[in-house]
């Protein structure tokens, strides 16, 4: 089997073969990266216009192998939403909303999903398991269903009810725990040790920031190979920032972009804000935030496995961490949906309430464009 990459630790010199069913670094347990031997030449952007609107029509920036067909419910495509009366409220020139909800499964998850199903199938997985805050687990649910293989998702029992009937409807196997994500994390390790499931947790396998990567990538495309000033991006265990992170520096690199690359804003809740409290105290990593809670259930991540990868990437690209009360990321979340008709997630509304408090900061100008992300469909967390 012939790959066109390999793999790369986050961590420490390590580099791998892509074969088997990696899960993170052997040496340090850092989470792996996934290196390509070239970049796609900038003339293959003429190819774009003739394939479907999905994610995979970037399949060159993918791990994804000559004449394979990947495990796709046709994720991505997403729509780039100009918000002019929002823009106009912030104080800034130009702002989008990329609009995750409108993915197969409801939120973001499902291009990650997509991409770790593809190759986890391919190197022989017999079922997975997933922890999940609520989304991962509905998309684990329907891509393993879409590979033919079983799921079993651990969740907190606070999980928003509607996205339990998600997981449900898809016909995987759901536990709830009491605890957090990182309490259900051991639980589905354990589950994998005793049964042999691959595990899918955030960034204990390398592709589904893969999948995330092309967030950014659709992004430069739907501007014209324009690159936005900054992107607010709310942030849980931070494949999507990360991925985002990888695919501007990429595009830049490859000569498909010019200028440089969009400052990154991670936001946080205040209950539960481990990367911010690593990024005020310049940390080179987060440590466990106690006590996690907040109504925005993805972002109620004590303990990111990628820590150390998300705050590299706020500080190469001159970007910030901050954290926004539950009640203004919920107020926020209602105004995209008065203003600008987006049903967004309690996550999306946290960029919103992100980008008034960068404003009054200065760190975002009046003259400057900004992407928010929208990471999943309000509806989903509404009884």
């Not at 074969?19 to 031997?37: I, Q, S």
């Amino acid at each position: 089997m012939t790959y066109h990459w390999s793999l790369t630790c986050s961590g420490c010199p390590t580099d791998a073969a892509p074969d088997g069913l990696p899960t993170v670094c052997p040496e340090c347990g850092a989470p792996w990266l996934v290196r390509y031997e070239r970049a796609p030449e900038p003339g293959l952007k003429t190819l774009l216009a003739a394939r479907p609107w999905t994610m995979w029509r970037y399949r060159e920036w993918l791990p994804l192998l000559d004449g394979e067909a990947p495990v796709t419910l046709g994720e991505g495509g997403t729509p780039l939403l100009d918000a002019p009366r929002l823009a106009e409220r912030a104080g800034v020139a130009k702002l989008w909303i990329k609009d995750e909800s409108m993915n197969p499964t409801g939120s973001f998850k499902a291009r990650g999903l997509s991409a770790a199903v593809t190759r986890a199938r391919h190197a022989g997985a017999q079922g997975f398991t997933v922890p999940t805050a609520g989304n991962a687990g509905v998309a684990t649910s329907a891509y393993g269903r879409r590979a033919g293989l079983p799921v079993h998702v651990f969740a907190p029992r606070t999980t928003p009810p509607r996205i339990l009937e998600q997981v449900r409807t898809f016909g995987a196997e759901l536990q709830l725990l009491d605890g957090h994500i990182g309490d259900c994390g051991k639980a589905a390790r354990a589950h994998a040790a005793a049964h042999g499931s691959f595990d899918m947790s955030t960034l204990r396998e390398p592709y589904r920031i893969e999948g995330k990567k092309t967030l950014g990538l659709e992004v430069a495309e739907q501007l014209g190979w324009q690159l936005p000033d900054a992107a607010i991006y709310p942030t849980g265990g931070g494949t999507g920032l990360i991925g985002m992170w990888i695919a501007f520096r990429d595009l830049l690199a490859a000569g498909w972009v010019t200028g440089k690359a969009p400052r990154l804003y991670s936001v946080q809740s205040e209950g539960c804000a481990p990367v911010v409290q690593a990024f005020e105290q310049r940390a080179s990593r987060t440590e466990p935030w106690p006590n996690p809670e907040t109504v925005a259930a993805g972002l109620r991540v004590p303990a990111p496995l990628g820590g150390p990868i998300i705050l590299r990437a706020l500080e190469e690209t001159g970007g910030e961490a901050l954290a926004v009360s539950d009640e203004a990321l919920s107020r926020a979340a209602d105004a995209m949906a008065t203003s600008e008709a987006v049903d967004a997630c309690p996550e999306g509304g946290a960029t919103l309430a992100a980008l008034h408090t960068l404003v009054q900061r200065g760190s975002i100008g009046a003259d400057e464009s900004v992407v928010l992300f929208n990471t999943g469909a309000g509806w989903l967390y509404r009884s």
